[in-house]
């Protein structure tokens, strides 16, 4: 206990550190919020892989999904590494950053209003970018907070996730972008450490991979098949919205607004691939593995009612396979892709109040010392309100996630992607895109379909609704 504690606070005070010293560099709005515009291929690699993946996939994600589609749901980090991140880079990396030079824009939200010629789509997307990260930064630190409660007998929950807010709000209103970036490296290299020693634990811990699958086929065959046992649907849905929400997610975005050049983008394309593939692969089988080590007797905390507690399962999982001695290493783990994930969440909605809302209709000669301190200010505020969400617990990291995911990727796919990619594109299909696909999947949702699945349907609505009506209502010339 005494060592995770020494060890945990050596690697607080390391990142407050790197903040310190990234506060002193940063000169202007554009160094804290895309470092100037002059980050490398490693950086840039790093930062989108990290910002991908934190606590919300090792946690929620690999614990609900491997409980209920088994090997199955490995699909998702296979798809999510060769679509989410090489198909990102490789359609639309390199033209980010052109278009962020020809439109002298730096947020998703200026993207929409300078290609369009619509003023007011800035106000909306920056309200729908704030409102639906909430959820996700929330379900981010439930995560943590989960895994924390468990690890660290006598910390209660609600301990954790104040703790996480304040050591969030602290780190971010301070460095910005290029310190966010510089620790995503350092971030990713622990990452790649942690899942070599998580899955080598895991296979350990299990006698072997066959011996897991011959165990898992006992408990139900269709749980070591293709298709997992929920079906086609349901995993076609949540590949789908975890693997194309990105082409339009502000905070995966901004890392090619920020990046330098190129061939950072092809490298940087390789690096963060491979990356993805190793994290995403080893979070969903380690999830997939829950069933032969956790069950009601072993494990009773992780059960209610007879039922499994999908938010517990990882956090117990973890701390059955994995030895006291080796378990601190497990925590920086899962610390890491959190802390990145969380910086590029605070760091891009703090800038839509700041940028796009306060310069853009308040007071538009706001001077630049000012709006730094102005997203400085709504750093600590964004964290404030995930802070509040995830005291609530209101759902499971997976559902929370899901609508966060599936609301702005069903507002952007369509107006983004075709404003990106097809000169066509006008004002009449991006309105029609956004306000079709977000109405959508909020009607699904809260009609009781699940997030992933009315978040992928609202995709769908928003890449198809866009070019059907540029074509139908042309601009006139």
Known sequence: MAVKIIVLALYAITIVAFGLIGMKKTKSFSDYLLGGGQVGAWMSAFSYGTTYFSAVVFIGFAGKIGWGFGYSGVWIGVFNGLIGVMGVWWLLGWKIKQAAVKYNISTLSEFLEVRYGLKHIKLFSALVIFIFLIPYSAAVFQGLSYLFESSLPGLQYWHAVVFMGLFTAIYISLGGYKTMASLDTFFGILMVVGVIILISFTI????GIGNITDKLSQIEPKLTSAIGPPGFWPLFSLIFLTSVAPFAMPQ???????????????????????????????????????????????????????????DKLMPELLMSIIPDSFFIVILILLLSASMSTLAALVLISSSTLSKDFYAGYINKNVSDKKLTLITRMGSIFFVILSVLLALFKVDTIVEIMGISWGAIGSAFFGPFVWGILWEKANKYGAYASMFSGLTVTLILYFSGMSSPEAGTIGMLVSLFVNPVVSLIFQDKK
């Open 252 to 310: 995966l975005v901004q890392k090619f607004i920020a990046i330098k050049s190129e061939s950072a983008v092809k490298f940087g394309m390789i690096a963060s691939t491979v990356f993805a593939l190793l994290i995403g692969c080893v979070a969903y089988y380690v999830g997939s593995t829950g069933r032969v080590f956790i069950n009601m007797e072993n494990t009773p905390v992780a059960f209610e009612n007879g039922k499994p507690i999908f």
């Open 204 to 207: 350990s811990a299990g006698d």
